[in-house]
């Protein structure tokens, strides 16, 4: 029973806190592929993404009924208490230590493949230390190429390694055929929706667009990403029969090639729940309590932050995000740009914009590639054929984004391309409006 309870406090915590961390663009776009899936939509053919589709898939299943934020994020929940429970089942008590890093590293408790990738981690590591089937851990090994591919195969290629090495060689076979199951499956959707072309191009031929033009300049990541790689192979060295310094080291690929902050987090949660932890031997502490401590200091301190910056209203009334927080201002704002579908309802209206999911979500519009401009997005040679999609939009109004951050993943040529080839006719906060010369 007091488990139970446990449970309960943790999930309705992590819930609270989802709900009031400011609303992010990886969490929209995580929601809305999942959404679009969930509408009929194809990935790849009729909306634009560079990973493999396995966690949208999964969040999609949910959704078909009634598709909303709120869902993904009570999943996502489901989710972190599921991965506390397998590392509970690895190092008892001092699993709780993942809560606190979901929360401290709160960029990680947001909806995403990310986390998903880390969650599949865990069940990993947990099938190893039982030693279970090695199709059921190809199987996993299989899934996780299908969330990430290029994180999965790094994986992959550390597992075979590793086992290489340790001379276990009979075992990777099994293991192939394991990663092959989930593969194939995946194969024959690409075949039957006639979207292999259209996957390659992004997922594959287009990796070379995306780590071209997101890779960040140097900064104090790469260091850290040089000494965890340093890190991880002398522990490899000291330990090679240890197939968790072999999923680790795989695991650090997560931050190639953004080489940020934010990827670069879900690394030392990795780091410190399965090379830390194993390692920490103090007994007096009760990390059951600790971990929930936190968890409700952290709460308060974000609630009271949002809360005592602007006022709101819960739930709000911002189609599929009424049940996240959005002040009252923000929402006012989203209220006047879904106006503009009123105002200017002649027009095939086209968003430019970071946020256009967003806007499209809110408004039940039909997302399509245009909706998603961020740099690499578009495959091998991805800026042309952006312009080509332009060229294209018939009686288009373009409602182009005029502010943006220094790291702002947007393609800004494309907007500066409308800029040039079209005329402004209206103006809106930081939007201008522009219709075909």
Sequence with gaps: MKKIIKYVVLFILILIFQIFIPLDLDEIWNYGFAHNIATGLIPYKDFNMVITPLYPFLCSIFLIIKSNLIIVQILQAILILVSSYLCEKMYKDKANILLILFFCFFNCIYPSYNSFLLFLLIILCYLESLKRSDYIIGFILGLMILTKQSVGICILASSIIYLCINKKIDKIPKRLIGVFLPLTIFIIYLLLSNSYKEFLDLCVYG?????????????????????????????????????????????????????DINHFNYFIIAFTMFIIVPRINIKRINYNILSIAIMIVLNTLIIFNTVGRQAFHYPNKVNHFEYKYISNKHEKELNKIKEIYNK???????????????????????????DLISRGNFGYNGEDKLYKELDKQKNALYVVQ?????DDQTDINALIYISKKCKKIDEFKDFKLYIRK
């Design 344 to 370: 200017y309802n002649e027009y095939n209206i086209v968003f430019l914009s970071r946020s256009s999911y967003l806007y499209k979500l809110m408004s039940d519009k039909k997302i399509t590639y245009l």
């Design 402 to 406: 005029t502010t943006f951050t220094k």
């Design 207 to 259: 990796l070379y667009d995306f780590g071209k033009y997101n890779r960040l300049d140097f900064n104090f990541i790469y260091i850290l990403f040089l000494v965890s790689l340093i890190v991880m192979i002398y522990l490899i060295i000291k330990k090679r029969d240890s197939y968790i310094y072999w999923y680790i080291l795989g695991f650090l690929s997560i931050d190639v090639p953004m080489f």
